[in-house]
DNA sequence: CTTGAAAGTTACGCAACGTCATTTTGTACA
DNA sequence: TGTACAAAATGACGTTGCGTAACTTTCAAG
């Protein structure tokens, strides 16, 4: 027979919720001195243990007193725990993509003003069903697949980190420079080489891409992240410098 | 300006939600009439969708008080509510691991008394420090990925679930039926055939496994799910008889 | 001016304890 | 046997984000 100091140290359960589990009928101990001081057996023990168990699977208390008891169907009890523990990192997996299209929206922005946190509401409120309609009307199939590759600001890969911290060095440029500034260049000329590589072979969707990307109203409707137009003209001169200097240099007879 | 119902058609915030915004200082309606009847400006309704958005970011209320201030450092915000997240999606991974334990669990042993539980519960509370020593010592480099590959039980993949499901048909076969009987032997086979495939090249590592599986004490070091004594024998019995048999019908001059 | 709908104000309930504050009990030692 | 001190007990409030009564007051239409 263990008194509650004990039982709290074996087993890290706070004495507290001793008593608390008991209030709620859940774990009685199996003695009281003549004062009222609670003992606990080694029966209790092993329950408590269950209770600890169950409660790491997430069940909660009501839920734990039913399962104790011999003789339950545990089978639907963890059918059921199942799909709620799934449903339950669904939500947590949203969440954080939601953080990370801020984060993202934060380093090509610099700074993170009003509007554009109603433009990523925005975004995120867009239905699905509409994206959805917008984009097979425009795209063949194998373009639907490209799609899914491209650049994203709710994800955390490689390839959506680079062309997020590129453009938030483009714009950080932009302060300061201009469009055929050899830093500017370098950085479009690392873009070039990154969709040269990422799409090879699909020169003609990557046109259509950003053809979409120029016009604001068109990205919307795709789910892109809104660029200020002003951005986008920018970048877009750069581009067109770009390709003038590289097409005498790589073409020189014409 | 919106009277409180219409806010909350408009929105889906419900109009006791409203109000307690207004109670914990988060969003006040933008004035009231003489009555006290509260009047919402489109100024109140962006910010009362910030709160939304920011909500499905999993912040608290108390959280986004500050982030609705101008000027907050929403990176620091941000970078605590991921990491929260995450660590909350952990915890839930956790959870689905041992809820699918529990659930494999069940299928093999047919029903699950309180020593199953119990014994569920040592395979969980185990430490890590343990088994990972276990296995250096026992164990070499090439035999440890071998190891990340078994069946286990707390998974779902295809392999794992079916040498679930073949454990469970042999328990439930070995309640009437003999180790030499057909429908055992053609358990078996199927166990080999899988063996054979998984483990290709590797029938040493197989051996070896076996060896520890038939030893309770040496499973679980290893952290494997405990079968019964008298279970592991009768399929060590139907593995001899069918290795018998194939044998002399695979190699008949000898 | 009446009336019915909608708004308002308390205030309790939930989940699982943590954290005081105050009172008793148990036990070791003089 | 008295005392003192640790540990136990009880009671009650706080936390989070509202839902849900119960009861009263305001508003707008007729």
């Given at each position: 027979m ?5 039982v709290?140290?074996q087993?890290g359960?706070s ?16 003695a009281?001195t003549?004062?009222g ?6 029966e209790?023990?092993?329950t408590l ?11 909660r208390?009501?839920?734990i007193?039913p399962l104790?008891n011999?003789?339950w ?7 059921h725990?199942?799909a709620f523990v799934q449903?339950e990192?669904?939500k947590l997996k ?5 953080i990370l299209?801020l ?11 009003e509007s554009?946190?109603?433009k ?5 409120t867009?239905e699905?069903?509409k ?12 373009d ?5 590759k491209?650049p994203?600001?709710?994800r955390?890969d490689?390839?959506?980190?680079e062309?997020?911290?590129l453009?938030?060095q ?6 300061s420079y201009?469009?055929?500034s ?8 690392r873009?070039m080489e ?5 799409y090879?072979?699909?020169e003609?969707f990557?046109?259509?891409?950003w053809?979409?990307?120029?016009s604001?109203?068109?990205?919307e409707q ?6 200020a137009e002003?951005?986008l003209?920018?970048i ?10 590289n097409?005498?240099?790589g073409?020189?007879q014409?």
């Open positions: 263990l008194v509650i100091h004990e709290s140290k087993t359960i004495v507290r919720t001793l008593r608390y589990y008991e209030e709620i009928g859940l774990l009685f101990p199996t009281k003549e004062g001081h609670r003992l606990y057996g080694e209790e023990l092993k243990q269950q209770i600890v168990f169950l409660k790491t699977l997430g069940f208390l009501k839920e007193q104790l011999e003789s169907d545990w089978a639907e009890s963890l059918d725990q199942l449903a990192q669904n949203q969440m954080e993509s939601a299209g984060q993202h929206a934060l380093t090509i922005e610099g700074s993170l003003n554009l946190i109603q990523i509401i925005k975004l995120s867009q699905n069903g994206k959805q309609a917008f984009r097979q009307q425009i795209f063949s199939e194998t639907l697949k490209l799609i899914q491209l994203n600001i709710n955390n490689p390839h959506s980190l062309w997020i911290s453009l938030g483009l714009r950080e440029l932009k302060e201009d469009a055929e050899a830093s500017v260049q370098r950085i479009i000329k873009m990154k969709a040269a590589e990422e090879k072979g699909n003609s990557l046109e259509k891409m053809d979409i990307r120029k604001s109203s068109q990205s795709l789910g892109l992240y809104p660029l002003d951005f003209h920018f877009d001169q750069a581009f067109t410098i770009y390709e003038a200097k097409i005498s240099k073409d020189p014409q």
